[in-house]
């Protein structure tokens, strides 16, 4: 059945290679004419869906065949008669799936008579196939089918029909069959409603029917259900599934108070979970809707009570009993009322109405996000309630400016046990072995969230933020035998207090905080890593302290000497201060690099990981050597880079020189990654502060040292991606310290990265030509020789092979064309670059789409600007190319996703706009060439929609809604002429 329903939705089978066919000598044309010919009877019908079943040889054409025949007009016949109860049960299937296609796509074309005898006939067909007990799933795709029917039917009062039809007692079905049919079509109407394509006027429409009509009959009949004592489970339960799925259209409180009453009567008084489960969830949907946001009436008159005082001893309970799927339920309906109405929380109109909104949040909500255990081993509800707090702390500025200030300290109160809650949130357990990898990235995904989210109250809480969690630190790290993670805890969330530096009470906080740090570091790796991380969030104000500073840096080189996991943090907590810092680790250069000479030396025989670490730390430490010996003399620093790269340029040369193949470039990369560190690091004169000597600059000099070494690299490894890619990332780490002091070498760096780009072509290549070209080639040399190679990339097929390639080159063209666009158009051969633009229009990624269309509307603005003949007349003679991409994604001929035909929709826009007569000729072209047959658009309403396009030349909007209604009635959903 999955099989049969991938089929009709178009996802299955995947195309053959070879698509095989009854006689293995026919080519695949005669294949296809002969499965065009082939009669349409029930038994043929049978026979493709036995082979879509059990003959794979036959699978491809039974499939394309099937297709085939949904979409004829004798598949209606034929579908009535594939439901008789005899039939197989995938022919019944197949036969349901059929009628549902035939409805959606054809029903708005049917006289009124002729669509009441189909009515007539489904409601019959539903009725006879519950009789003889067809399986869920056809009854199911039946009631989908009827839902169908009357979206786009002419049915003016379909649920007021169906709810007298099966209450009375004509059918031949006993009372609670008829009850539960009418229920689960009631269900079943309101979901495909949100899910079904329609025309904006259709949707209205059918809104206000639901809205205005329906819904009334429906709360009567679902009231009468749920008061009557006689009500079966099953019935209950399924009234609590219509409710939610009609709660979409809003349902007031307060008119339906009634109906609310008995199922908090349902939730407080029954002993079946899964029963009160429903209850609960329908009971989400109403309070949570947004037409009940704003109903100050509604939540403190009739809701607000009801879940403070009704419900509040039945949450109590569900927190005692820890059951799973009642804790959910429970905790999703308190976060939807409350933030649904979080503003009428934080500034209630009647004082009055304070306590209750402060028991609210302190007592059901919050005993939630504190429950005990691990997330998510333990308990997996906490998380919900990450949302309403958000909305509480963002709602809650408004009422300390309209609130009495005594209410809204109360709420600050509030965040502050919240704060509290979080610590002991994410603590990590003493021992997580048992626990999956997935559980530890969920958790680790959770302690981020709250962390974010101590982040949001920076600004609300001010000082008190830190200052809570320095106290709870402070108090912790004094206990006796406090375990490392309760001491990790606090100091972990004290990182996300990112105004702390800010603060002029700064250095009372936190100076107790790093006095402890000697005693706790070696506690554990976790602790380790929260002190580096707040000596990181520190830095700035770490510099600016002398003493402090000189404390924090020997504190951070003794730490470089315990084990790799501890020393790795104190290595990148020492990059974070170097990266700050101006002149404040000059003093220390000579300790610095010798306490990093041991350290710095080519990993021996490690896994990838462990080599991963390593490296990551030399180069941290590497960085850190390069700010503190800035201020010496060029040949000082030359040999203190000599000396540490050593051994790792021993080994690059050895495999340069031929001494390793390509199975050792890491060597090669390892080398340049830590060149790169240096070179970024080594500061430039005159811009932080002024050195005497007249020497150039210090990673100009190492680079023009290095030139015969990058040199072979480029001869020996110029085609090996990751060489390639690290080399490139050398000269732009340069480029972003030197800046405009690289120009010297710019010359020779551009024809080297012009010869990587054509033995590697790659995305790394041109990033580092458009950055050469953006800052130093105003004669346009760069880009042009770029393009021209770019060019010959497109036309033998290399660019589109890659998708960070293409996209480097999308994002170039981006910028030049905004920059300059007429001097970049004039130095590129702009048919070929509009070539490279429609290849990337039909890409299957997202970003390559995404980039390629927006070159492309700055190309053809460019291509206008200019006003030159030659690439107008290049612009109108490409153009049925353009169109014809443009077309098959709107028209659903592609694989492509719908939400990009906003995006053609501004291309046609501008088309439209400037080459209207053109675009129009070239789309009555395209939407009439033979590929376009299949489509389920009619011919008039092509040529309604290609007068649209070409009447519209200024709103963007406009033309978007013209594309997607069009995009609809090329698959059936929609009459174009309906809009």
């Given at each position: 059945?999955?099989?049969?329903?991938?089929?009709?939705?178009?996802?299955?089978?995947?195309?053959?290679?070879?698509?095989?066919?009854?006689?293995?000598?026919?080519?695949?044309?005669?294949?296809?004419?002969?499965?065009?010919?082939?009669?349409?009877?029930?038994?043929?019908?049978?026979?493709?869906?036995?082979?879509?079943?059990?003959?794979?040889?036959?699978?491809?054409?039974?499939?394309?065949?099937?297709?085939?025949?949904?979409?004829?007009?004798?598949?209606?016949?034929?579908?009535?008669?594939?439901?008789?109860?005899?039939?197989?049960?995938?022919?019944?299937?197949?036969?349901?799936?059929?009628?549902?296609?035939?409805?959606?796509?054809?029903?708005?074309?049917?006289?009124?008579?002729?669509?009441?005898?189909?009515?007539?006939?489904?409601?019959?067909?539903?009725?006879?196939?519950?009789?003889?007990?067809?399986?869920?799933?056809?009854?199911?795709?039946?009631?989908?089918?009827?839902?169908?029917?009357?979206?786009?039917?002419?049915?003016?009062?379909?649920?007021?029909?169906?709810?007298?039809?099966?209450?009375?007692?004509?059918?031949?079905?006993?009372?609670?069959?008829?009850?539960?049919?009418?229920?689960?079509?009631?269900?079943?109407?309101?979901?495909?409603?949100?899910?079904?394509?329609?025309?904006?006027?259709?949707?209205?429409?059918?809104?206000?029917?639901?809205?205005?009509?329906?819904?009334?009959?429906?709360?009567?009949?679902?009231?009468?259900?749920?008061?009557?004592?006689?009500?079966?489970?099953?019935?209950?339960?399924?009234?609590?599934?219509?409710?939610?799925?009609?709660?979409?259209?809003?349902?007031?409180?307060?008119?339906?108070?009634?109906?609310?009453?008995?199922?908090?009567?349902?939730?407080?008084?029954?002993?079946?979970?899964?029963?009160?489960?429903?209850?609960?969830?329908?009971?989400?949907?109403?309070?949570?809707?947004?037409?009940?946001?704003?109903?100050?009436?509604?939540?403190?008159?009739?809701?607000?009570?009801?879940?403070?005082?009704?419900?509040?001893?039945?949450?109590?309970?569900?927190?005692?009993?820890?059951?799973?799927?009642?804790?959910?339920?429970?905790?999703?309906?308190?976060?939807?009322?409350?933030?649904?109405?979080?503003?009428?929380?934080?500034?209630?109109?009647?004082?009055?109405?304070?306590p209750a909104c402060l028991a609210l949040v302190t007592q059901l909500i919050l005993p939630f996000t504190a429950i005990q255990g691990f997330y998510p081993v333990d308990e997996k509800v906490s998380a919900l309630t990450m949302s309403f707090w958000y909305n509480l702390q963002e709602d809650l500025p408004v009422s300390l400016e309209i609130t009495d200030p005594n209410y809204s300290q109360q709420l600050i109160a509030c965040l502050?046990?919240?704060?509290?809650?979080?610590?002991?949130?994410?603590?990590?357990?003493?021992?997580?072995?048992?626990?999956?990898?997935?559980?530890?990235?969920?958790?680790?995904?959770?302690?981020?969230?709250?962390?974010?989210?101590?982040?949001?109250?920076?600004?609300?809480?001010?000082?008190?933020?830190?200052?809570?969690?320095?106290?709870?630190?402070?108090?912790?790290?004094?206990?006796?035998?406090?375990?490392?993670?309760?001491?990790?805890?606090?100091?972990?969330?004290?990182?996300?207090?990112?105004?702390?530096?800010?603060?002029?009470?700064?250095?009372?906080?936190?100076?107790?905080?790093?006095?402890?740090?000697?005693?706790?570091?070696?506690?554990?790796?976790?602790?380790?890593?929260?002190?580096?991380?707040?000596?990181?969030?520190?830095?700035?104000?770490?510099?600016?302290?002398?003493?402090?500073?000189?404390?924090?840096?020997?504190?951070?080189?003794?730490?470089?000497?315990?084990?790799?996991?501890?020393?790795?943090?104190?290595?990148?907590?020492?990059?974070?201060?170097?990266?700050?810092?101006?002149?404040?680790?000059?003093?220390?250069?000579?300790?610095i690099v010798s306490k990093v000479r041991p350290i710095v030396k080519p990993p021996g025989c490690v896994t990838p990981t462990e080599k991963k670490e390593v490296m990551r730390k030399i180069e941290s430490l590497l960085f850190v050597v390069g700010k503190s010996i800035s201020h010496l003399s060029n040949d000082q620093i030359m040999s203190i880079v000599e000396?540490?790269?050593?051994?790792?340029?021993?080994?690059?040369?050895?495999?340069?020189?031929?001494?390793?193949?390509?199975?050792?470039?890491?060597?090669?990369?390892?080398?340049?990654?830590?060149?790169?560190?240096?070179?970024?690091?080594?500061?430039?004169?005159?811009?932080?502060?002024?050195?005497?000597?007249?020497?150039?600059?210090?990673?100009?000099?190492?680079?023009?040292?290095?030139?015969?070494?990058?040199?072979?690299?480029?001869?020996?490894?110029?085609?090996?991606?990751?060489?390639?890619?690290?080399?490139?990332?050398?000269?732009?780490?340069?480029?972003?310290?030197?800046?405009?002091?690289?120009?010297?070498?710019?010359?020779?760096?551009?024809?080297?990265?012009?010869?990587?780009?054509?033995?590697?072509?790659?995305?790394?290549?041109?990033?580092?030509?458009?950055?050469?070209?953006?800052?130093?080639?105003?004669?346009?040399?760069?880009?042009?020789?770029?393009?021209?190679?770019?060019?010959?990339?497109?036309?033998?097929?290399?660019?589109?092979?890659?998708?960070?390639?293409?996209?480097?080159?999308?994002?170039?063209?981006?910028?030049?064309?905004?920059?300059?666009?007429?001097?970049?158009?004039?130095?590129?051969?702009?048919?070929?670059?509009?070539?490279?633009?429609?290849?990337?229009?039909?890409?299957?990624?997202?970003?390559?789409?995404?980039?390629?269309?927006?070159?492309?509307?700055?190309?053809?603005?460019?291509?206008?600007?200019?006003?030159?003949?030659?690439?107008?007349?290049?612009?109108?003679?490409?153009?049925?190319?353009?169109?014809?991409?443009?077309?098959?994604?709107?028209?659903?001929?592609?694989?492509?996703?719908?939400?990009?035909?906003?995006?053609?929709?501004?291309?046609?826009?501008?088309?439209?706009?400037?080459?209207?007569?053109?675009?129009?000729?070239?789309?009555?072209?395209?939407?009439?060439?033979?590929?376009?047959?299949?489509?389920?658009?009619?011919?008039?309403?092509?040529?309604?929609?290609?007068?649209?396009?070409?009447?519209?030349?200024?709103?963007?909007?406009?033309?978007?809604?013209?594309?997607?209604?069009?995009?609809?009635?090329?698959?059936?959903?929609?009459?174009?002429?309906?809009?």
């Open positions: 059945i999955l099989l049969l329903n991938s089929v009709m939705n178009g996802i299955w089978p995947p195309t053959c290679s070879q698509p095989p066919t009854a006689n293995q000598h026919m080519t695949p044309e005669a294949a296809a004419a002969a499965l065009a010919a082939r009669p349409i009877t029930a038994e043929s019908v049978s026979e493709a869906v036995h082979a879509l079943y059990h003959q794979t040889e036959e699978r491809h054409l039974a499939h394309q065949w099937l297709i085939h025949v949904q979409r004829q007009p004798q598949a209606w016949d034929l579908a009535w008669s594939l439901l008789a109860p005899s039939n197989p049960t995938e022919l019944r299937y197949f036969g349901a799936s059929t009628l549902q296609l035939r409805l959606r796509l054809h029903i708005p074309e049917l006289p009124k008579p002729e669509q009441d005898r189909v009515c007539e006939r489904l409601l019959k067909t539903i009725i006879d196939s519950a009789g003889s007990g067809a399986p869920k799933f056809i009854q199911t795709r039946l009631f989908v089918a009827l839902a169908g029917f009357v979206l786009h039917s002419s049915w003016e009062n379909p649920i007021g029909d169906l709810v007298s039809l099966f209450s009375g007692n004509q059918l031949n079905l006993d009372a609670n069959s008829r009850l539960m049919l009418l229920l689960e079509m009631l269900k079943v109407i309101p979901e495909e409603f949100s899910t079904t394509l329609l025309t904006k006027k259709r949707r209205g429409d059918v809104r206000a029917y639901f809205s205005e009509t329906a819904l009334p009959v429906v709360l009567n009949l679902l009231n009468s259900l749920l008061t009557v004592a006689s009500t079966s489970r099953q019935q209950k339960q399924a009234a609590l599934n219509v409710l939610s799925s009609w709660s979409q259209f809003g349902i007031n409180l307060s008119l339906n108070s009634h109906l609310v009453n008995h199922i908090v009567q349902l939730i407080t008084h029954n002993g079946d979970v899964e029963l009160v489960c429903e209850a609960l969830n329908a009971f989400s949907h109403l309070a949570g809707h947004p037409s009940n946001s704003g109903d100050s009436e509604a939540f403190f008159k009739f809701l607000l009570p009801v879940t403070v005082n009704k419900l509040a001893p039945f949450i109590h309970k569900v927190l005692e009993s820890r059951d799973e799927d009642l804790l959910n339920a429970t905790c999703t309906f308190l976060v939807s009322v409350a933030d649904n109405h979080c503003k009428l929380i934080v500034c209630p109109s009647d004082p009055a109405q304070r502050l046990q919240l704060v509290i809650v979080f610590v002991n949130k994410v603590r990590f357990p003493l021992d997580n072995s048992d626990w999956s990898s997935d559980e530890i990235e969920q958790f680790r995904v959770y302690r981020i969230d709250i962390n974010d989210y101590i982040v949001s109250l920076n600004q609300l809480l001010n000082i008190l933020l830190p200052d809570t969690l320095i106290q709870i630190f402070l108090s912790t790290v004094q206990k006796e035998n406090a375990a490392w993670n309760e001491i990790e805890a606090p100091l972990y969330l004290l990182t996300g207090c990112s105004n702390l530096v800010e603060m002029i009470e700064c250095e009372t906080l936190i100076t107790p905080v790093l006095q402890v740090f000697p005693r706790i570091m070696k506690l554990h790796v976790k602790v380790m890593e929260a002190c580096c991380d707040l000596i990181g969030q520190l830095a700035e104000w770490i510099c600016d302290s002398p003493q402090i500073f000189s404390n924090i840096v020997q504190l951070l080189l003794d730490a470089l000497d315990y084990s790799p996991e501890f020393s790795n943090h104190s290595a990148v907590a020492l990059k974070e201060l170097a990266h700050t810092s101006l002149t404040e680790l000059h003093p220390y250069a000579e300790v000396e540490l790269l050593s051994g790792f340029t021993k080994n690059a040369i050895s495999v340069i020189s031929g001494g390793g193949g390509h199975d050792r470039s890491d060597e090669v990369i390892c080398w340049m990654e830590l060149v790169a560190q240096m070179t970024a690091s080594l500061e430039c004169c005159g811009e932080e502060w002024s050195r005497n000597s007249p020497e150039p600059e210090a990673a100009l000099v190492l680079l023009q040292k290095l030139d015969p070494v990058i040199s072979t690299i480029v001869h020996n490894f110029g085609s090996h991606p990751d060489v390639v890619s690290s080399l490139c990332a050398l000269y732009k780490r340069t480029y972003f310290n030197l800046r405009a002091g690289l120009e010297p070498l710019v010359a020779g760096i551009s024809q080297l990265a012009l010869a990587l780009l054509q033995k590697c072509p790659s995305a790394p290549c041109v990033d580092l030509l458009q950055t050469l070209a953006t800052m130093f080639g105003e004669n346009q040399d760069i880009t042009a020789k770029s393009f021209h190679m770019l060019c010959q990339f497109h036309q033998s097929g290399i660019l589109q092979k890659d998708p960070d390639f293409i996209n480097s080159v999308f994002l170039w063209l981006q910028y030049s064309l905004k920059e300059s666009t007429a001097k970049f158009l004039d130095s590129v051969d702009t048919e070929a670059v509009y070539a490279i633009l429609l290849c990337g229009i039909s890409a299957a990624e997202t970003l390559t789409f995404t980039n390629s269309v927006n070159a492309l509307g700055l190309f053809i603005q460019g291509i206008v600007t200019c006003k030159k003949t030659s690439m107008i007349t290049c612009m109108e003679s490409r153009m049925n190319e353009l169109v014809h991409v443009i077309c098959s994604c709107i028209a659903g001929q592609t694989s492509i996703q719908r939400f990009r035909v906003d995006s053609l929709g501004g291309l046609l826009l501008q088309l439209s706009k400037h080459f209207g007569n053109r675009l129009e000729v070239e789309m009555k072209n395209v939407l009439n060439s033979s590929s376009f047959s299949q489509i389920l658009a009619s011919e008039a309403e092509k040529s309604y929609f290609i007068s649209c396009v070409i009447r519209e030349k200024n709103s963007r909007s406009n033309m978007r809604q013209i594309c997607n209604t069009f995009s609809c009635a090329c698959v059936g959903s929609v009459s174009l002429n309906q809009n």
